[in-house]
T-cell receptor, first 111, second 117 residues
Framework: GEDVEQSLFLSVREGDSSVINCTYT??????LYWYKQEPGAGLQLLTY?????DMKQDQRLTVLLNKKDKHLSLRIADTQTGDSAIYFC???????????FGRGTSLIVHP | DTGVSQDPRHKITKRGQNVTFRCDPI?????LYWYRQTLGQGPEFLTY????????KSRLLSDRFSAERPKGSFSTLEIQRTEQGDSAMYLC???????????????FGEGSRLTVL
């Protein structure tokens, strides 16, 4: 079955880089996503990567995919207090329209 | 605002009562999803529509839960005889068919938070 695992908490200092990690089990995953959820709000899509890519960069965000190890990471450069939120990794296979989400990583940015 | 909207945002009810949530997706999106999120967990899939057809339901969707999307636009999620374990955030999302410019990624509403006393 499908399973997406994330560490639950990450604490960083403002201005440092944050790296949030995710592992998944479905080797047929085609699309991998990162979503951000602020308190009391819904999920906001941050970025995504196709399984045939190794890396994708979008401004302060860098996504790295190691398909062999089924490992996905999200790096946030120059982390700001406004980046404090829960970050969810999600995966979807090409044959399904239903993404599976991890439990989320709570990012705490302190001065 | 052309995002996904959900109503009500908060609902407090007594155990045994029925509740109904409404979701209005992004207008050009033909797929609509309901997820449930409890504290400390990620969204868990409940059900999904393509246009008016309900194509898949999770095992989490007991017979007390029913979802409809009668005209392929807005959707309702009804919970009958609510139980305390139903307390959660109910998230609605919509998407278009995957294509050259998108992966069929989900766009979420703000959620409807249910508290069952």
């Amino acid at each position: 079955g499908e399973d997406v695992e994330q560490s639950l908490f990450l604490s960083v200092r403002e201005g440092d880089s944050s790296v949030i990690n995710c592992t998944y089990t479905d080797s047929s995953s085609t699309y991998l996503y990162w979503y951000k959820q602020e308190p009391g709000a819904g999920l906001q899509l941050l970025t995504y990567i196709f399984s045939n890519m190794d890396m994708k960069q979008d401004q302060r965000l860098t996504v790295l995919l190691n398909k062999k190890d089924k490992h996905l990471s999200l790096r946030i450069a120059d982390t700001q207090t406004g980046d404090s939120a829960i970050y969810f990794c999600a995966e979807r296979t090409g044959g399904s329209y239903i993404p599976t989400f991890g439990r989320g990583t709570s990012l705490i940015v302190h001065p | 605002d052309t995002g996904v909207s959900q109503d009500p945002r908060h609902k407090i009810t007594k155990r045994g009562q029925n509740v109904t949530f409404r979701c209005d997706p992004i207008s050009e999106h033909n797929r609509l999803y309901w997820y449930r999120q409890t504290l400390g967990q990620g969204p868990e899939f409940l059900t999904y529509f393509q246009n008016e057809a309900q194509l898949e339901k999770s095992r989490l969707l007991s017979d007390r839960f029913s979802a409809e999307r009668p005209k392929g636009s807005f959707s309702t999620l009804e919970i009958q005889r609510t139980e305390q374990g139903d307390s959660a955030m109910y998230l609605c999302a919509s998407s278009t068919r995957p294509g050259q410019s998108n992966t069929g990624e989900l766009f979420f509403g703000e959620g409807s938070r249910l508290t069952v006393l």
